[in-house]
């Protein structure tokens, strides 16, 4: 009797046993599955491309990769996202990225999608102000933590006023527009492509442009993805040249889907793609980016924008991770 209740509880522990690694095993399967989670912005007409085509999505499928989109607003909204790990790559100004990164966010940037002119000063169709000068005492809507901010503080340095002798106000970039075309601000430091619908639209004005003082148009990576899914980082990047250069061959097309992703006139896509986005870049993040950085550096530091110069300056050391841009197929 006790040899078959000895029998009995090994084929018992056997089974279990069984159990226990076939349910590991079955666990393990399901955990192969990923998720690869981008940002899609209007700012970013290479990202329409790529959510439109679902190359991602068909070149992952097999790879039991989901891929999904969430839309940022600005490259504030960009970097929240990427603090906050609710994306795993996001799309930015340059100089978005560099203050993050100098602020603690641990971030990467692995291309450079594009040189855009998207940011510019703009009043209203009726307003009388025509320079940078004439904007002391004035009230100005602005994105913090974007281009069009930083275009702003750089403006208003060309001019010799400070940041103190106006009053931005901190809206959203839409915002920033509906705020302007209702008189609500004397000014708006802009961002395409709302900036070339209010001009094309309302009749606003831009007042001052300098496309040096806009910096790069950056796709960044949180430090944790990079080192745990560097393939699924490579394929983003591969992707994000593949669109680029669709843009560039099929400028026809590339209009027509800007127009309609981004909700917007096919002439105010036409405007923003062909006279203000460069396209022809070298996407490797690096000398030209940091030459811009060095530019804007004693203006954000003033504006304390960053914790500190040090900080700033180390970032701009450890901002690029251009191994993914140089190796991209």
Same mark, same amino acid.
């Given at each position: 009797m006790r040899k078959i209740r000895?029998?009995?509880a090994a084929v018992a522990v056997t089974m279990l046993l069984a159990g226990c690694v076939e349910g590991e095993d079955a666990g393990a399967e399901q955990?192969? $599955?990923? /998720?690869?989670?981008?940002?899609?912005?209007?700012?970013?007409?290479?990202?329409?491309?790529l959510r439109d085509q679902k190359w991602l999505e068909t070149e992952l499928a097999g790879k039991n990769v989901t891929v999904t989109w969430q839309l940022s607003a600005g490259s504030n909204k960009a970097n929240e996202a990427l603090r906050g790990d609710a994306i795993d790559v996001g799309s930015t100004a340059g100089a978005a990225a560099l203050v993050a990164r100098a602020n603690g966010s641990p971030i990467k940037t692995i291309d450079v999608f594009?040189?855009?002119?998207?940011?510019?000063?703009?009043v209203g169709q009726n307003s009388p102000i025509s320079s940078v000068a004439q904007l002391k005492g004035k009230k100005i809507a602005a994105t913090k933590g974007t281009d069009p901010y930083f275009f702003l503080l750089r403006s208003l340095e060309s001019a010799g006023l400070k940041p103190s002798d106006v009053t931005v106000v901190n809206l959203q970039h839409a915002d $920033?527009? /509906?705020?302007?075309?209702?008189?609500?601000?004397?000014?708006w430091s802009g961002l395409d492509p709302i900036m070339a619908q209010s001009q094309l639209d309302q009749g606003s004005k831009l007042i001052f442009r300098n496309i040096d003082f806009n910096s790069y148009g950056v796709l960044n990576a949180t430090e944790s993805f990079l080192r745990k899914q560097p393939e699924l980082a490579q394929a983003v990047v591969n992707a994000?040249?593949?669109?680029?250069?669709w843009i560039l061959?099929?400028?026809?097309?590339?209009v027509a889907l800007y127009a309609r992703e981004a909700k917007i006139s096919p002439e105010v896509a036409k405007l923003v793609l062909t006279e203000r986005t460069e396209l022809?870049?070298?996407?490797?993040?690096?000398?030209?980016?940091?030459?811009?950085?060095?530019k804007i550096l004693p203006v954000l530091v003033a504006d304390a924008t960053v914790k500190s110069?040090?900080?700033?300056r180390e970032a701009i050391d450890s901002l690029f991770e251009p191994k993914f841009a140089t190796d991209a197929s």
């Open positions: 000895a029998a009995a955990s192969q $599955g990923a /998720t690869l989670r981008l940002d899609y912005a209007y700012y970013n007409p290479a990202s329409l491309v594009s040189q855009p002119e998207w940011a510019a000063i703009v $920033g527009r /509906t705020a302007l075309e209702r008189g609500n601000v004397d000014a994000y040249e593949r669109a680029r250069k061959d099929n400028p026809d097309g590339a022809d870049i070298d996407p490797v993040p690096g000398a030209a980016q940091k030459a811009v950085f060095e110069e040090a900080s700033a």
